[in-house]
């Protein structure tokens, strides 16, 4: 079954340092988002992007942060300038655009830790 | 998105059923019940959705009451690999549109 991968598995970063952390939607998907997950808390949106375009996006997700589709199988979100509450799981996830009710499809996230 | 209510915990014996309920009292027309769970931190896991009619796939049902306005996930034999956080989310139809997580309800399958 095909699946949303997401890379590195863990970073580690030092406050202030930019990241970029890498997913690969599930190929014939084309809605593609971010969601972040804090040790013991909820998983919130971040992002979501289609067409190249940013959908919607949360509070959360100001100018520190951006997604870019820099090919036709990579989808990033980098981060500016790390601050230590950045310090999160990070989850992508894709949809396909079937019908309105086509489900997210999510990867195994990227755990960030900012030192 | 409507709100939806579950209980933070719940028990279940290891090979029984586990029936998890959902409230979604202000659900509107064009709004599906979805549900997803997550295993000790990885990727929330989609495992079945519906708008009103029940829904079986390999992993579960999904029960919707006829008013819409609950809902319960049933996995008909608890593995201990069943252990986990799951998510019960109101999504309205529309192309793109995002997932909202609540808290969930931490199931424990015990043996």
């Known amino acids: 079954e095909p699946e949303v991968t997401q890379t590195p598995s863990h970073q580690v970063t030092q406050m202030g340092q930019e990241v970029i952390l890498r997913c690969v939607p599930i190929s014939n998907h084309l809605y593609f988002y971010w969601y972040r997950q804090i040790l013991g808390q909820k998983v919130e949106f971040l992002v979501s992007?289609?067409?190249?375009?940013?959908?919607?996006k949360s509070e959360i997700f100001d100018d520190q942060f951006s997604v870019e589709r820099p090919d036709g199988s990579n989808f990033t979100l980098k981060i500016r300038s790390t601050k230590l509450e950045d310090s999160a799981m990070y989850f992508c996830?894709?949809?396909?655009?079937?019908?309105?009710?086509?489900?997210?499809?999510f990867g195994n996230g990227t755990r960030l830790t900012v030192t | 998105d409507a709100k939806t209510t579950q209980p933070p915990s719940m028990d279940c014996a290891e090979g029984r059923a586990a029936n998890l309920p959902c409230n979604h009292s202000t659900i509107s027309g064009n709004e599906y019940v979805y549900w997803y769970r997550q295993i000790h931190s990885q990727g929330p896991q989609y495992i079945i959705h519906g708008l009103k009619n029940n829904e079986t796939n390999e992993m579960a049902s999904l029960i919707i009451t006829e008013d819409r306005k609950s809902s319960t996930l049933i996995l008909p034999h608890a593995t201990l690999r069943d252990t986990a956080v799951y998510y019960c989310?109101?999504?309205?139809?529309?192309?793109?549109?995002?997932?909202?997580f609540g808290a969930g309800t931490i199931l424990r399958v015990k043996s």
């Open positions: 992007f289609y067409n190249n375009e940013i959908s919607e």
């Open positions: 989310i109101v999504r309205v139809m529309e192309y793109g549109n995002k997932l909202v």
């Open positions: 996830a894709s949809s396909n655009p079937g019908t309105g009710d086509s489900p997210l499809h």
